[in-house]
């Protein structure tokens, strides 16, 4: 009997010693007891970290979504699997079940087979989060083709960057979005996108905003009709255990975007058993993740984790200021909210407005908080567990990446006791290391270093899509025969972790991960700069924000250092998005540099933190006067 479900502290230290000594057995177990396979395994693990190469239950046979839907169907046809909750408030919330869930999905399916989509080829997802979206998603898991879903806040460029990279023919869009009291014409961005996709063939466009959009001839279909002709019914296709089951980009901390891949089997067995414990569900709660589909929280904790375990999943398209700051803590109060998984970023926002509005909702339904994305400081921690956890409900601090596709460092609520700022114990299953300045394994507790990972999980990505060699010396390079997550940690005296944040060029802004070289890329792009460095200091809500040095080329005219300002962000928005935005640019005449001409970002970031008592040594500049300029006209 596999221990599904861990009930206290005890039982995870004994669940935990024998996932690390017999992990085969362990997960095998796991595997074997709650799902549904057309074929089991012959093999439970093979891996080698110096390829790197992991499979997981090879041999195996299976389709996701018979996980995610048709196994409910006899005990859960009538249970809500989707609680759409819509940007508008006085739009009434739509409860998808799993009955409806299931014959949506194979129509979507049908219209994709339609559209001549096979398995095995990229469809690339770009809607919000309306509930087309989890339902494509499924869709495309259905038939086996791999999505890519790329987040609806993206810019053009950004879209079209990821669909090139791995090939898509197929993307699925909507008309428009809402966001607040704002409306985004989804589709006008896809248009600009693709002309510069020249093997996009076929455009499926779900109808949200009812807006006058172009439709382009042949290339561009609604998709309401389509839904309308298609049998609800589709067989589910067979896919191998190791098949990918989807790609998700993310920013590294230099190149293009990092094509994750994840496959099938291993990710769906670790993101029920970890949606299962670490958020407590039982059968009738209703759980809520704020994320984005278009984030891998919102991949494995809105859609797969949650389906899989027959849960209520609720799916919010709005934000969480609009109509005013108590939208979170309404809906919590209207749909009887029992886990609620948000960001940091949005709790110090909330946390800014007071407790009035918290107060005048009803959050007694609460049970479980969760937090991920970045780390959680100790106010907004304390603000989360006093105002909305009534200090009743445990605070999941859940420390995870897209690349390891389920949480790995977390609470299990009501087992291990929670410590603020503390992601605290490894998962089941979870073998960290922290590593020293040596490269030697830091023993013991009370130690600081940088987080690898020495065991293989289930729901780690492979590879990169089409640059295996780039996933290798990412993330297996730094540490022989370890995965290496670009954190930095520290173990306390009774082995809890805490994540001390990036250790590379990865910033996080609001819970998203942005790589600095595509946004001073972006910068670059401007006429008037002639070069640029971006660097994160603490910001009170999103937790970091970015700060800009930027050197105009020299053209004898003076400029407008304000319309420049604009122009630059303009950039920016063009090229990635909005949330890639700087909150401050700094005009300079140099940067510091090595005498490799390698940019000392060290020294940027602690003169944008304004913490220039230790500079350390400059003297080995190449140009060490610009410090002291810099440092003169610091914004
Ligand atoms: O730096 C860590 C931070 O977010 C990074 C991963 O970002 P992404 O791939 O976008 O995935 C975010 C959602 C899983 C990590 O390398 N991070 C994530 N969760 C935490 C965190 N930092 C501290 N505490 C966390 N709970």
């Keep these: 009997m596999s221990n599904y479900h861990i009930k206290h502290l005890e039982e995870y230290y004994q669940v935990y010693r024998k996932s690390v000594r017999e992990p085969e057995n362990f997960w095998e177990e796991v595997a074997e007891e709650h799902f549904m ?38 005990t859960r046809g009538n249970k809500t699997a989707i609680l759409f909750e819509p940007n508008d408030p006085s739009e009434a919330a739509e409860h998808i079940t799993y009955n409806q869930l299931y014959e949506r999905v194979c129509e979507f399916a049908n219209v994709l087979k339609g559209q001549g989509v096979k398995k095995g080829d990229r469809v690339c997802i770009y809607v919000p989060m309306i509930p087309e979206l989890a339902i494509a998603t499924l869709a495309c898991a259905r038939i086996g083709a791999i999505h890519s879903v790329v987040f609806a806040g993206f810019s053009s460029t950004a879209l079209a960057t990821r669909i090139n990279d791995c090939d898509c023919k197929t993307v699925i869009t909507s008309d428009g979005s809402y966001r607040g009291a704002k409306t985004i014409d989804l589709k006008g961005i896809v248009d600009d996108a693709l002309d510069s996709c020249p093997g996009v063939e076929t455009v499926l466009v779900a109808k949200r905003i009812n807006s006058d959009i172009n439709m382009k001839q042949g290339r561009d279909k609604w998709l309401q009709p389509l839904l309308d002709a298609a049998s609800k019914e589709c067989p589910a296709e067979v896919m191998n255990a190791e098949d990918p089951l989807f790609i998700l980009y993310t920013s590294g901390s230099t190149g293009k975007p990092k094509g994750m891949v994840h496959t099938t089997a291993g990710y769906m067995v670790y993101t029920a058993y970890t949606f299962k414990n670490v958020f407590q569900y039982k059968e009738d709660d209703v759980y809520w993740c704020t994320a984005d589909i278009g984030w891998i929280t919102g991949h494995s904790y809105i859609v797969y984790g949650p389906l899989t375990n027959g849960a209520t999943s609720v799916m919010f398209e709005g934000v969480p200021s609009y109509p005013d700051f108590g939208r979170f803590w309404e809906i919590i109060d209207k749909h009887q909210v029992n886990q609620f998984y948000t960001a940091p970023t949005a709790i110090r926002a909330l946390a800014k407005q007071g407790t009035e509005l918290v107060d005048k909702y009803d959050l007694s339904s609460l049970k479980v908080l969760g937090s991920v994305g970045e780390p959680i400081n100790e106010e907004a921690w304390h603000w989360y567990n006093d105002n909305v956890g009534k200090k009743q409900s445990p605070i999941v601090d859940t420390w995870w990446q897209t690349e390891t596709g389920g949480i790995m460092i977390t609470p299990i609520p009501f087992v291990t006791p929670t410590k603020p700022t503390y992601a605290t114990l490894p998962f089941i299953g979870i073998q960290p290391a922290l590593m020293g300045e040596d490269g030697q394994e830091l023993k013991g507790n009370q130690v600081d270093g940088r987080l690898c990972i020495k065991f293989p999980w289930p729901s780690m990505a492979r590879t990169i899509w089409g640059n295996h060699q780039r996933y290798r010396d990412t993330y297996f390079s730094a540490y022989e025969n370890k995965y290496f997550t670009g954190d930095g940690a520290l173990r306390d005296d009774v082995g809890y972790y805490r994540i001390t944040g990036r250790v590379d060029d990865v910033i996080i802004v609001s819970g998203h991960n942005l790589g600095t070289a595509p946004i001073e890329d972006a910068i670059n792009e401007h006429p008037a700069v002639a070069e640029s460095a971006i660097v994160g200091f603490p910001h009170d809500v999103k937790g970091n924000a970015l700060y800009g040095y930027v050197i105009l080329k020299d053209t004898g005219e003076s400029r407008n250092h304000e319309n420049l300002r604009k122009e630059i962000n303009q950039m920016i928005t063009e090229h990635i998005g909005p949330i890639a935005k700087l909150d401050k640019i700094q005009f300079t005449s140099g940067l510091p540099k090595t005498r490799s001409g390698k940019i000392m970002r060290r020294i940027l970031r602690k003169i944008a933190c304004k913490d220039t008592s230790n500079l350390g040594d400059t003297s080995t500049l190449l140009n060490p006067e610009v410090v002291q300029d810099i440092m003169d006209n610091v914004l």
């Design 37 to 74: 396979w057309q074929r089991k395994w012959d093999n439970v693990l093979s891996w080698d970290f110096s390829k790197p190469e992991v499979k997981w239950f090879e041999g195996a046979q299976l389709n996701i979504t018979e996980n995610c839907i048709d196994r409910h169907l006899a």
